[in-house]
Structures are given as structure tokens and as C-alpha cells.
């Protein structure tokens, strides 16, 4: 956006310099313009534009059904507010699993059709081949270990991934391949707070945790979470900032009071 010219940008080296300098990373999850630009005048690092969207906007049960066409709407949106923070992408489901050069022309699409600045992948080892082909394209890329939502029905529940010590060492030896691949940064979902620290020291890029404890280099939460708009999830990692729900459903009855006893508009609200 022209108007914020002189802002410094957030960019995936000023992320490594904070992990460097122990300094932590805010991330959240944003999927339109009005909400971005509010995320973003409040000075948040990261922007992620998650698959999310498929739960928190379009009401589906799983990220599954979201398209990489409605992946690029959500992503345009949260492009024209941003001035300042690092937009990353979520590349959905089908996109990217099947076949690396598909995996790579999606990502292309990502970025030229959005203008987001680096798209993220869920997986490991499983996926590296189309990691590496889009790194080698100089799409920067995230991350995404543990608890990965697209592979519920793999999983067949959200519970807390890797307390076996079989799946914690696969977590901590993908989290190297993604570093030796070139990811600029590795989220890691809903795993132990000791597990997550152990990664976030095995590794020199930053790891960004969801219910994955203090011990990593930054945060992120979903936004309607947060401002406490969907009253019917609260995990036991969630902090929520505000109770929104109440908030709006107080608003919303108002109003419709307001017009059902012919309150408003009043005289100062007419032309
Ligand atoms: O889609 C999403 O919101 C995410 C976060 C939970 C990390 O991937």
C-alpha cells in the first residue's frame, strides 16, 4: 500500500534476526481486508493466511474442502491491508501433495495471483520433493509439524501429537530436513511444551508454536479464536483476549430492537 511507504517491512531475514536476538515472533491468522488491516496497524510480524478460512469463514467441519481459488481470494483480501507484516500463505489441501510440479505451479499461482510473500506446507519427509521445487522456484517457504489438520482423517482426532518417542524423533528429524531444505521458519501445532523446545534449539530457524508452549521463538493463534467470536472452541492452549460473541450478540440485539421499535434512525440519522 503507498500510504505506509516508509514502514519497515517484515521480511523472513528480519525473523531469523529475531530468533538470533531471542526476540519473539506474533503471528496470526487473517482471511480479509478489514480484519488484516487492524492486525497489521497493531504492528503483528506475521499474517498467515490460513486454510483455516475453511472452518472460521466458510463454517466446513475440516480444512479439507477449501479450494486454492478461495485460498488466493482470502489472500488478495489480506494483501491490499498489509503495510508492514510477512503474508504467509497456506497452501490447501490437494494442492500440493500429489506431484512437485503441480505443487510448484500452485504456489506460483499463490503468489502471483495473491502477492503473498511465502506459502506453507503441512508435513515432512513426505513432502519434501515439492518443498525443494518450490524453494528452488525462490518461493519462501514455511513449515507446518505435528498436529497437521489437514491429515485428520489420517490422525482421526485433534488430540496432542508426538508424546511417543518414536513420533517426537521423526518430529524433531523432519524439522531438520525442512531446515536443510531452506524453509525460513517451521510452525509446530499441538505438541508437548518440552518437545517443541527441544525443536526450536535442534533448529536455527524460527519455530512459531500453536499450543506447543513457551519454549519456541513465536506464536500464533487463529484470530476469531482469540477475540473469543467462536464461543464453542476453547482448547486449553486458546488465551482469549475478548469475549467478541457476546459482544456482537449484544450489538445485534440492540439493533434489531432499535428497528423493530422504530428508534432508529432518529432525526440525526436521516438526510
Ligand atoms: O490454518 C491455520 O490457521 C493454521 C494455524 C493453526 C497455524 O495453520
Given at each position: 500500500?503507498?500510504?505506509?511507504?516508509?514502514?519497515?517491512?517484515?521480511?523472513t531475514?528480519?525473523?531469523?534476526?529475531?530468533k538470533?536476538?531471542?526476540?519473539?515472533?506474533?503471528?496470526?491468522?487473517?482471511?480479509?481486508?478489514?480484519m488484516?488491516?487492524?492486525?497489521d496497524?497493531?504492528?503483528?510480524?506475521?499474517?498467515?493466511?490460513?486454510?483455516?478460512?475453511?472452518?472460521?469463514?466458510?463454517?466446513?467441519?475440516?480444512?479439507?474442502?477449501?479450494?486454492?481459488?478461495?485460498?488466493i481470494?482470502?489472500?488478495?483480501?489480506v494483501?491490499?491491508a498489509?503495510?508492514?507484516?510477512?503474508v504467509v500463505?497456506?497452501m490447501?489441501?490437494?494442492?500440493?501433495?500429489?506431484?512437485?510440479?503441480?505443487?510448484?505451479?500452485?504456489?506460483?499461482?499463490?503468489?502471483?495471483?495473491?502477492?503473498?510473500?511465502?506459502?506453507?506446507?503441512?508435513g515432512?519427509?513426505?513432502?519434501?520433493?515439492?518443498?525443494?521445487?518450490?524453494?528452488?522456484?525462490?518461493?519462501?517457504?514455511?513449515?507446518?509439524?505435528?498436529?497437521?489438520?489437514?491429515?485428520?482423517?489420517?490422525?482421526?482426532?485433534?488430540?496432542?501429537?508426538?508424546?511417543?518417542d518414536?513420533?517426537?524423533?521423526?518430529?524433531?528429524?523432519?524439522?531438520?530436513?525442512?531446515?536443510?531444505?531452506?524453509c525460513?521458519?517451521?510452525?509446530?501445532?499441538?505438541?508437548?511444551?518440552?518437545?517443541?523446545?527441544?525443536?526450536?534449539?535442534?533448529v536455527?530457524?524460527?519455530?512459531?508454536?500453536?499450543?506447543?508452549?513457551?519454549?519456541?521463538?513465536?506464536?500464533v493463534?487463529?484470530?476469531?479464536?482469540?477475540?473469543?467470536?467462536?464461543?464453542?472452541?476453547?482448547?486449553?492452549?486458546?488465551?482469549?483476549?475478548?469475549?467478541l460473541?457476546?459482544?456482537?450478540?449484544?450489538?445485534?440485539?440492540?439493533?434489531?430492537?432499535?428497528?423493530?421499535?422504530?428508534?432508529?434512525?432518529?432525526?440525526?440519522?436521516?438526510?
Open positions: 500500500m503507498s500510504v505506509h511507504k516508509d514502514v519497515k517491512k517484515v521480511t531475514k528480519v525473523l531469523q534476526n529475531m538470533n536476538k531471542g526476540e519473539k515472533i506474533s503471528m496470526l491468522t487473517g482471511y480479509d481486508f478489514s488484516a488491516r487492524i492486525i496497524t497493531a504492528g503483528i510480524d506475521v499474517i498467515l493466511v490460513g486454510d483455516s478460512a475453511s472452518n472460521v469463514m466458510a463454517g466446513h467441519e475440516t480444512t479439507l474442502p477449501i479450494t486454492l481459488d478461495q485460498m481470494y482470502h489472500a488478495s483480501s494483501v491490499r498489509v503495510n508492514r507484516a510477512l500463505v497456506d490447501p489441501f490437494g494442492s500440493y501433495q500429489g506431484n512437485s510440479k503441480e505443487a510448484l505451479s500452485n504456489a506460483i499461482r499463490i503468489m502471483k495471483e495473491s502477492g503473498g510473500h511465502s506459502v506453507k506446507l503441512e515432512g519427509r513426505e513432502i519434501i520433493e515439492s518443498i525443494n521445487r518450490i524453494l528452488s522456484a525462490g518461493i519462501p517457504v514455511m513449515g507446518h509439524l505435528g498436529l497437521t489438520p489437514q491429515s485428520i482423517y489420517k490422525f482421526g482426532t485433534y488430540v496432542v501429537r508426538a508424546k511417543e518414536d513420533e517426537a524423533e521423526q518430529l524433531i528429524s523432519d524439522a531438520k530436513l525442512l531446515e536443510e531444505a531452506g525460513f521458519a517451521i510452525v509446530l501445532e499441538k505438541i508437548p511444551a518440552e518437545l517443541a523446545a527441544r525443536v526450536a534449539k535442534s536455527n530457524i524460527p519455530i512459531i508454536g500453536i499450543g506447543a508452549g513457551n519454549g519456541v521463538d513465536g506464536q493463534l487463529v484470530v476469531h479464536d482469540m477475540l473469543g467470536i467462536n464461543n464453542e472452541f476453547n482448547p486449553r492452549f486458546l488465551r482469549k483476549y475478548h469475549n460473541y457476546q459482544e456482537m450478540l449484544g450489538s445485534f440485539h440492540r439493533y434489531i430492537e432499535d428497528v423493530k421499535t422504530g428508534d432508529f434512525p432518529n432525526e440525526e440519522e436521516q438526510y
